[in-house]
């Protein structure tokens, strides 16, 4: 065996379990492997692994033994900035999930002859050039009303070719998402998500993701981790006006007077689909309030209902119903109704158990 084997195996047994949200412990119980031999294996500590180990490890990961033994995969063309916020090994493990995850889409694509490709032609820059504006000619172009909100920010990515993904696997608390443009076929957007994740920063982290797309194609360097802040703004102006055109919002802000300033903020805010501050930025852009309005927007919403706005709380915020649905999910079993993979083979790729998966494709009647 190599010398770089057991580095190689600690590496993957560690993504692995990560993967399934599995702790070293529970690894340990569902392989019938004691908990030293799983951290051992972890630590690059065992140059032979006995190869009944390495099986139960396998059937326990859903993996094949092999897979121990392969380099992870990885992107060459990503948009993943957050130098800042993540070590090597934690955004290693990221841009292989990633890239595991567009190459498994892909699959499915070609298996069910549904292959679907990045569609639509980026913007011609000048030095006049506003991505504010841009965003809601595009919008235009995309086929939807100005005056009507996003009912899915999924339908808007299904329209460019991009495939989307919301991954539990978040890296960290700054990181919300990343983009992928490998191929006209592999092209992406994945949208971190966690129970402090707001459905609100969900959808505009998405089109953000889109905005990186369209308006910044050479800067896809998956071996660049630093942040460029003229390209955020960019791409933070790009989701807002998307989501929230300006004659709309100037409109519906306008229909709301009259009434106190916290619940025009929250009948604009549900009715666009996007956060509280969203809609206090546009107030600013706008002129329509100061540089103070988020401190008056916490200050009145506090006196209002008696709750503050810590920890990045959300008032009135969208359910979970409100997010968009998961394609990537929906491909697998409609691969599985169509007999193109196998139910253990969708498991794997949804990083779940047979069991768990089967009641979703028992016939009805069945008991």
């Known amino acids: 065996m190599s010398?770089?084997?057991?580095?190689?195996l600690a590496s993957n047994l560690k993504r692995f379990r990560r993967e399934r949200g599995l702790a070293q412990s529970k690894?340990?119980?569902?392989?019938?492997?004691?908990?030293?031999?799983?951290?051992?294996?972890e630590g690059a500590k065992v140059a032979k692994p006995e190869a009944a180990t390495l099986a139960a490890l396998a059937g326990a990961l859903r993996v094949a033994v092999g897979d121990f033994f392969r380099a992870p995969k990885t992107l060459a063309s990503a948009r993943f900035r957050a130098n800042?916020?993540?070590?090597?090994?934690?955004?290693?493990?990221?841009?292989?999930?990633?890239?595991t995850w567009i190459e498994r889409y892909c699959f499915l694509e070609d298996a069910l002859e549904r292959r679907t490709e990045f569609c639509v032609e980026r913007p011609k820059r000048s030095a006049t050039?506003?991505?504010a504006e841009y965003a809601e000619t595009f919008r235009r172009e995309l086929g939807f009303d100005d005056a009507a909100p996003i009912a899915s920010v999924a339908d808007v990515l299904a329209k460019c070719?991009?495939?989307?993904?919301?991954?539990?696997?978040?890296?960290?608390?700054?990181?919300?998402?990343?983009a992928i443009s490998e191929s006209p076929q592999a092209t992406g957007v994945v949208v971190f998500n966690a129970p402090d994740v707001s459905v609100e920063r969900r959808v505009f982290s998405t089109i953000h993701e889109l905005g990186h797309l369209l308006l910044h194609e050479h800067s896809f360097d998956a071996n660049v981790v630093e942040e460029n802040a003229d390209e955020e703004r960019e791409a933070d102006a790009f989701a807002g006006r998307f989501l929230m055109p300006r004659r709309a919002f100037l409109s519906r802000w306008r229909e709301t007077a009259g009434l106190p300033f916290v619940d025009r903020v929250l009948i604009v805010k549900r009715l666009f689909r996007v956060s509280y501050r969203t809609v206090c930025r546009r107030l600013v852009e706008e002129g329509?309030?100061?540089t103070n309005v988020y401190r008056r927007f916490a200050w009145e919403y506090r006196n209002e209902t008696g709750k503050d706005l810590k920890n990045h709380r959300e008032p009135a915020p969208l359910s979970r119903f409100d997010a968009p649905p998961d394609g990537f999910r929906r491909l697998v079993f409609q691969a599985v109704r169509e007999e193109q993979i196998t139910l253990s083979k969708a498991a794997e790729f949804l990083g779940t158990t047979v069991p768990e998966l089967y009641e979703s494709f028992k016939p009805e009647g069945d008991a």
């Open 161 to 178: 070719g991009v495939k989307f993904w919301f991954s539990d696997k978040r890296p960290a608390p700054t990181v919300f998402g990343l």
């Open 27 to 41: 690894l340990a119980e569902l392989a019938g492997v004691s908990l030293p031999c799983v951290k051992k294996l």
């Open 84 to 99: 800042a916020s993540l070590r090597p090994a934690a955004r290693d493990y990221v841009v292989s999930s990633c890239a």
């Open 129 to 131: 050039f506003d991505p």
């Open 288 to 290: 329509l309030e100061s």
């Open 3 to 8: 010398e770089d084997y057991p580095k190689l």
